[in-house]
């Protein structure tokens, strides 16, 4: 049957897989070595752990609809540690915030606000005591042992941050044929019983060469906090981003996570949480806009692990001209987790004749008086919506914009600060400018 490989064919294509591994594997152990982080047992277990789970292999199931190659064949750098970076509105969100300012994964102080608030921020000498991963992967341990300056983020007990705290990260280019710069953001975030924040996370290219970006925030929420999460990514067309986030959070807490993915050639975006108290009311949503041939794959992993606890999940994705999206999704459910109530949605909407959507929602329970479900959709623009609108005067792209603002209307409402909603419909209505 065409499309079927041979036993010796899948044997060779295998063969070759392996062996641009291995040659990754190298560079990013030349960079490893290279880097400050070698020097804590955090880096080393990790690197370690790196070597031990490896690159996907040939057909690995949590990687086939996201091909690697542009990765395994890409010679890697660090950035000069002297890089210059002067900040402009462009690049900075207009909000009112305690701004961090990350360049190529370094503190910047003169970017950064001196007066963080409520907000304690400090480098982190040693990774010994950072968090072990929820639920790992290659690209979060590589993260972890090739991050040169994590920092440590905590909001005390009983402390209402007065404005959110912004997270920019600033990602350059090499400009040299050989070698394409890396840039890592490594973020540990705790926020004591009683407090309440929003953080939110921006990452953005400085100019429009390759770079890849590896970021991980990790999130130990205590009991009765108010935390709410914003992620908005706008990287260039030439861009590979890999990040992985974890979310713990203890009871009586509620905790709403939401991702735009509106950038890079190439996405692979997890988030992973765990519910360790009762009482908790958790959010997690994302929104992805592939155009061209952009790859956009997001996951999201979610143990349940005590009583009365609801979450509930919406991931859409927009996918334009000949993109490719990726979802999958995993809510679990310890014995323990009585009356949980986990709600899991995947809804897609199919731009291009040749785009292309891959989704796997999941469940795994272990508890009987339990309510769970998930779904998925994918489906084009309505023709009656569209004609409806046409026969009311509306030309036919403004009518397809407002259908497809309608579709992500949902998530783009929920914003509560401006400045960032504004940044999020700016970079849609940009996307969608040839639709």
Same mark, same amino acid.
């Given at each position: 049957?065409?499309?079927?490989?041979?036993?010796?064919?899948?044997?060779?294509?295998?063969?070759?897989?392996?062996?641009?591994?291995?040659?990754?594997?190298?560079?990013?152990?030349?960079?490893?070595?290279?880097?400050?982080?070698?020097?804590?047992?955090?880096?080393?277990?990790?690197?370690?752990?790196?070597?031990?789970?490896?690159?996907?292999?040939?057909?690995?199931?949590?990687?086939?609809?996201?091909?690697?190659?542009?990765?395994?064949?890409?010679?890697?750098?660090?950035?000069?540690?002297?890089?210059?970076?002067?900040?402009?509105?462009?690049?900075?969100?207009?909000?009112?915030?305690?701004?961090?300012?990350?360049?190529?994964?370094?503190?910047?102080?003169?970017?950064?606000?001196?007066?963080?608030?409520?907000?304690?921020?400090?480098?982190?000498?040693?990774?010994?005591?950072?968090?072990?991963?929820?639920?790992?992967?290659?690209?979060?341990?590589?993260?972890?042992?090739?991050?040169?300056?994590?920092?440590?983020?905590?909001?005390?007990?009983?402390?209402?941050?007065?404005?959110?705290?912004?997270?920019?990260?600033?990602?350059?280019?090499?400009?040299?044929?050989?070698?394409?710069?890396?840039?890592?953001?490594?973020?540990?975030?705790?926020?004591?019983?009683?407090?309440?924040?929003?953080?939110?996370?921006?990452?953005?290219?400085?100019?429009?060469?390759?770079?890849?970006?590896?970021?991980?925030?990790?999130?130990?929420?205590?009991?009765?906090?108010?935390?709410?999460?914003?992620?908005?990514?706008?990287?260039?067309?030439?861009?590979?981003?890999?990040?992985?986030?974890?979310?713990?959070?203890?009871?009586?807490?509620?905790?709403?996570?939401?991702?735009?993915?509106?950038?890079?050639?190439?996405?692979?975006?997890?988030?992973?949480?765990?519910?360790?108290?009762?009482?908790?009311?958790?959010?997690? &949503?994302?929104? *992805? #806009?592939?155009?061209?041939?952009?790859?956009? @794959? =997001?996951?999201?992993? %979610? $143990?349940?692990? +005590?009583?009365?606890?609801?979450?509930?999940?919406?991931?859409?994705?927009?996918?334009?001209?000949?993109?490719?999206?990726?979802?999958?999704?995993?809510?679990?459910?310890?014995?323990?987790?009585?009356?949980?109530?986990?709600?899991?949605? &995947?809804?897609? *909407? #199919?731009?291009?004749?040749?785009?292309?959507? @891959? =989704?796997?929602?999941? %469940? $795994?329970?272990? +508890?009987?008086?339990?309510?769970?479900?998930?779904?998925?959709?994918?489906?084009?623009?309505?023709?009656?919506?569209?004609?409806?609108?046409?026969?009311?005067?509306?030309?036919?792209?403004?009518?397809?914009?407002?259908?497809?603002?309608?579709?992500?209307?949902? #998530?783009?409402?929920?914003?509560?600060?401006?400045?960032?909603?504004?940044?999020?419909?700016?970079?849609?209505?940009?996307?969608?400018?040839?639709?």
């Amino acid at each position: 049957m065409a499309g079927l490989l041979t036993n010796s064919e899948r044997t060779e294509k295998r063969a070759a897989v392996d062996a641009l591994n291995q040659q990754a594997m190298r560079r990013f152990e030349t960079l490893y070595e290279q880097g400050a982080g070698g020097k804590s047992q955090h880096a080393q277990t990790h690197w370690s752990l790196a070597k031990h789970v490896g690159l996907p292999a040939f057909r690995h199931e949590d990687w086939h609809y996201t091909p690697l190659n542009s990765v395994l064949n890409t010679q890697y750098r660090f950035s000069s540690p002297n890089q210059q970076v002067q900040l402009s509105e462009a690049l900075a969100l207009p909000i009112d915030a305690y701004r961090i300012v990350l360049v190529d994964g370094r503190y910047n102080a003169e970017l950064s606000s001196v007066d963080t608030g409520e907000f304690q921020v400090s480098l982190l000498d040693s990774q010994d005591w950072l968090p072990d991963a929820v639920s790992s992967e290659i690209f979060l341990h590589l993260t972890e042992c090739l991050a040169v300056q994590p920092l440590i983020i905590q909001l005390a007990a009983n402390k209402v941050a007065a404005k959110p705290l912004y997270l920019l990260n600033i990602s350059s280019s090499s400009h040299d044929p050989e070698a394409m710069n890396m840039s890592q953001y490594r973020y540990h975030l705790t926020l004591g019983n009683n407090s309440q924040s929003h953080v939110i996370e921006h990452f953005v290219s400085l100019d429009d060469q390759p770079h890849l970006t590896g970021g991980r925030l990790t999130v130990e929420v205590g009991d009765n906090v108010q935390f709410t999460h914003f992620k908005l990514m706008t990287e260039n067309a030439s861009a590979q981003h890999f990040a992985h986030n974890d979310i713990i959070v203890g009871r009586d807490s509620v905790v709403k996570s939401s991702s735009f993915l509106l950038g890079a050639g190439l996405t692979r975006h997890h988030t992973s949480s765990r519910l360790e108290g009762e009482n908790t009311e958790f959010e997690l &949503n994302s929104l *992805l #806009l592939p155009q061209g041939n952009e790859i956009a @794959d =997001t996951r999201s992993y %979610l $143990e349940h692990n +005590a009583g009365y606890c609801s979450s509930h999940q919406l991931h859409k994705v927009i996918a334009m001209d000949s993109s490719k999206a990726v979802f999958n999704g995993m809510i679990k459910v310890a014995p323990n987790a009585l009356k949980t109530d986990g709600q899991m949605t &995947n809804n897609t *909407l #199919l731009l291009g004749e040749k785009a292309e959507i @891959d =989704t796997k929602p999941q %469940l $795994e329970i272990y +508890a009987d008086d339990v309510k769970c479900g998930h779904g998925a959709t994918v489906g084009r623009i309505d023709d009656e919506q569209l004609f409806y609108l046409r026969s009311r005067g509306i030309d036919s792209q403004a009518a397809k914009q407002m259908i497809i603002n309608a579709f992500a209307a949902e #998530l783009t409402e929920s914003i509560a600060i401006d400045g960032l909603k504004q940044a999020v419909m700016l970079s849609i209505h940009q996307r969608l400018a040839e639709v």
